[in-house]
């Protein structure tokens, strides 16, 4: 038995751990943690341990393209070469542009951190469409928006294990992030001071000096009453605040508006508690700050975000040893986002202003954006209402919409609605079921890529473990390919996507760094870095310095300072006064993926949710009952497992998310019944700035699930997961 062994890198989830990748005999047969991966450090999970065999070698993969042969969801596929597939697809393309012009075409990837971004969106607007739509006004949309305002788009990365007290803000690392749970446990070890704002008592809160266990929704106020806090008790380094923050007393004077007092009402965290953490945190002598995705996914998320910025900057742990880290990159490297944002790859301004939630959302969609992406609750909108404008195609590559975004049943229609939909995808998942067209993608194990890696920071590299099986072909290929049909045909309106394959794109990204693709064997590339770079070159704001009083915000009509705005939960009742958070995660599970794995099936059989025992009682709820849950401004019911927990709330309930089952019938692998998305509103309610809809924290209301409800729900066909599992 040969065996030989390919450094690369995890991306089954974001946190990108370094792997290790054993073959023998042709055959992936084990993948480990890299223990020299300056990032992860040999640490690694069960799904990078396992997901990409699985995906690799699963038995109903598809190998080579399909075309659907029934009703759309009927699920009838017959095989056809890609020479077809792509001139059909090609050549429709271009009769819908002829009748609705390039921008009825709308394409959505799961985010901007892969190449398939850079493919997906070039792919669009050579075409001449500007609707590109990624799933991160769902993920770390506010977030990141937040970053571009005040210029601190920071994190602690491996700082983390160098800091004296460490804030954890909405993350729950022992359950989404090995990384930061490894490191956040050692710096712990080593006498560091934690605090956890969470609602939930996740493993993290029990480890914490100071667990505040804030009213879901409500962390703006929180933020702002520590903000309070610093400047009463003096805690403000005035050196760096004076010589870098703009905005300083106009900041004061709004969080003065949250002394602790009040802010206990709004929170629910005991006042003492405020005081104690604001000086925890401003009297060690290095702190760092993570922001989770906790305070994403609301409708004041973007202000949360930059009232906790305003933490790090008024003490001044910002990019030194132990604080939070400015992103650091190899010089001359071209990230992903990067490119998408670049000048040379944008359609004319007049035709980028075109794009879905531009008129509501500037700040998600336009230039000066984060996102620069569509809207997407507004795109659906636009494919069922024509409003502004028909959506008649879609390409969905590397997400599975119909199971992570909410409104479930809106997207349904939506798919129904559209001309044409191609779906690339390496298993059928319920997204590909309403496709016209699936077009075979390769798993992590067949692709190549380098990405930068901010948090060790480095460059990491995915290594090429073995050549794509059948007929697959990588994102990066398929648009190229794409892209080439459409141009013979005189079907583009730019030509933005200039490479003739993946490693052209690769050696692109690479060309002004002095390393080529050849020499990253080791699966990293380290460079050497300087704290306190901003001495030299400022912040990234129109000011340079660190705006605590956003002038961009002001620019386009927002209010510059942070405020908080109380969650719609808060103020309607009508029935429904239960708050349902969502997407909580588990560690076996990522999202809508691994339903068709056997191993991550073996831990976690059915959809569940947690609820507080006192409210189980009330309901005559108990542990394993299937339970229905109804969200204010949903459409549908769902049905949940329940699962008795002090972890959470009283008066609360907490579920993950993207449940579907290969081995249910219909072409939405019982989504609609099972899957939170299908009661969860996509809006109307989003931030104002960055559009992300209030989707983690919702009013519900919930029963028991009736006799007859449990007959039709079929959970006896889900408890044991048939063959169509690998
Ligand atoms: N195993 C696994 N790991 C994953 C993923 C996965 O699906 N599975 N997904 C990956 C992705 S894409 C993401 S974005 C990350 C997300 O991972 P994290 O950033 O850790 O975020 P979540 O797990 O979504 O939520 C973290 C915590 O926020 C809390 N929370 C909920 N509402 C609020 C609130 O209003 N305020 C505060 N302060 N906290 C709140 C929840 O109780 C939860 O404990 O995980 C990544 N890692
Ligand atoms: N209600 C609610 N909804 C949420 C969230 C929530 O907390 N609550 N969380 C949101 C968040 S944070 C996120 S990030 C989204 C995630 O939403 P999605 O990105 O849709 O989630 P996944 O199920 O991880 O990925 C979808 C598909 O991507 C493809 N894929 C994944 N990885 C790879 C890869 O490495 N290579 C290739 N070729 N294909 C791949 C697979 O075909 C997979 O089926 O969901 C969001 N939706
Ligand atoms: S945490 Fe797990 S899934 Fe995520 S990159 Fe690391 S090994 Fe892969
Ligand atoms: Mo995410």
Redesign the pocket.
């Known amino acids: 038995m040969t065996e030989r062994i390919i450094a690369s890198t995890c991306?089954?989830c974001f946190v990108g751990c370094g792997s290790l990748i054993h073959i023998a005999d042709g055959k992936v047969v084990k993948i480990a943690g890299n223990p020299a991966h300056p990032h992860s450090r040999g640490g690694f999970c069960a799904k990078g341990m396992n997901a990409p065999i699985a995906s690799l070698y699963h038995p109903k993969r598809p190998l080579q393209p399909l075309r659907r042969t029934g009703e759309r969801g009927e699920g009838k596929f017959e095989p056809a070469t890609w020479e077809e597939v792509l001139a059909e697809i090609s050549e429709r393309l271009i009769n819908i542009k002829q009748e609705h012009g390039g921008r009825s075409l709308a394409g959505a990837v799961?985010?901007q951190y892969?190449d398939?971004g850079v493919a997906m969106s070039l792919l669009l607007r050579s075409f001449g469409s500007p609707n590109y739509m990624i799933?991160?006004d769902?993920?770390?949309g506010s977030r990141s928006t937040a970053g571009l305002m005040t210029g601190l788009a920071a994190e602690p990365g491996s700082e983390l294990r160098r800091s004296d007290c460490i804030l954890v803000v909405g993350r729950s690392p022992s359950e989404a992030n090995i990384v930061d749970w490894m490191d956040i446990r050692a710096a712990k070890q080593a006498g560091a001071k934690l605090i956890v704002i969470d609602p939930r008592e996740t493993q993290l809160a029990k480890l914490a000096d100071i667990w505040l266990a804030v009213r879901p929704g409500t962390d703006a106020a929180l933020a702002l009453s520590l903000v309070n806090e610093l400047f009463d008790q003096q805690l403000i380094n005035k050196d760096f605040v004076e010589k870098w923050c703009v905005g300083v007393d106009l900041l004061q004077a709004r969080a003065s508006k949250y002394p602790a007092g009040d802010a206990e009402e709004i929170t629910g965290v005991a006042a003492h508690l405020i005081k104690g953490a604001a000086k925890m945190f401003a009297s060690s002598k290095r702190s760092s700050m993570v922001l989770g995705?906790g305070i994403?996914?609301q409708a004041n998320g973007v202000y949360t975000a930059m009232a906790f910025h305003a933490l790090i900057a008024l003490t001044g742990n910002v990019d030194r040893e132990g604080s939070n880290r400015l992103a650091k990159y190899l010089p001359g490297f071209r990230d992903y986002v990067s490119i998408v944002r670049d000048p040379r790859f944008r359609m004319p301004t007049a035709r980028e202003a075109q794009i879905i939630g531009g008129d509501k959302y500037p700040l998600w969609t336009g230039a000066r954006s984060w996102g620069s992406a569509a809207h997407n609750p507004s795109v659906i909108n636009a494919i069922l209402t024509e409003d502004p404008y028909p959506i008649k195609a879609m390409y969905v590559?590397?997400?599975?919409?119909l199971?992570?975004?909410?409104g479930m049943q809106n997207t349904i229609e939506a798919f129904k609605k559209l001309d044409l939909l191609v779906v690339?995808?390496?298993?059928i998942?319920p997204?590909a079921e309403y496709a016209d067209y699936v077009l075979p993608?390769?798993?992590?194990l067949e692709?190549r890529a380098v990405f930068a890696e901010v948090l060790a920071p480095c460059l990491s590299v995915v290594n090429r473990a073995l050549a794509p099986l059948g007929q697959v072909k990588?994102?990066m290929e398929i648009a190229i390919a794409l892209t080439a049909y459409l141009r013979e045909k005189g079907g583009l309106d730019f030509d933005l996507l200039p490479w003739k394959h993946e490693l052209e794109f690769i050696e692109y990204q690479l060309e002004n760094t002095g390393l080529r693709y050849e020499q990253l064997e080791a699966g990293f590339s380290c460079f050497d870095f300087e704290y306190g770079t901003y001495e030299h070159t400022g912040f990234k704001t129109p000011t340079k310095k660190i705006e605590l009083w956003s002038s961009v915000l002001d620019e386009f009509g927002y209010d510059p300072l942070p405020d908080y705005h109380a969650p719609s939960y808060a103020s309607t009742s009508d029935g429904y006064d239960l708050l349902l958070m969502?997407?909580?995660r588990v560690m076996g599970l990522?999202?809508?993926?691994f339903r068709n794995h056997a191993w991550a099936r073996r831990g976690q059989r059915y959809p569940q949710v947690k609820l507080h025992p006192s409210l189980a009682a009330e309901y005559e709820i108990a542990d394993g009952d299937w339970i229905w849950i109804e969200v204010l401004g949903g459409s549908r019911r769902v049905y949940l497992h329940a699962k008795l927990s002090n972890e959470v709330p009283p008066k609360s309930l907490a579920t993950g998310?993207?449940w579907w089952f290969p081995e249910l019938s219909g072409a939405d692998r019982g989504a609609l019944r099972f899957n939170?998305?299908a009661a969860?509103p996509y809006g109307p309610i989003c931030d104002p700035i960055s559009g992300s809809p209030e989707?983690?924290n919702c009013a519900c209301r919930i029963g028991r699930a009736t006799v007859e409800e449990m007959q039709i729900l079929e959970v006896d066909a889900i408890g044991r997961p048939s063959d169509s599992v690998a």
Do not use: W
């Not at 590559?397 to 919409?401: A, H, K, L, T, Y």
């Not at 990522?590 to 993926?593: M, Q």
């Open positions: 991306r089954e799961s985010n892969y398939r799933n991160q769902l993920c770390t995705h994403d996914a590559s590397g997400v599975n919409i199971c992570t975004y909410p690339a995808t390496d298993h998942t997204t993608k390769t798993t992590l692709e990588s994102d969502t997407g909580i990522h999202h809508s993926r998310m993207g939170v998305e969860i989707s983690r």
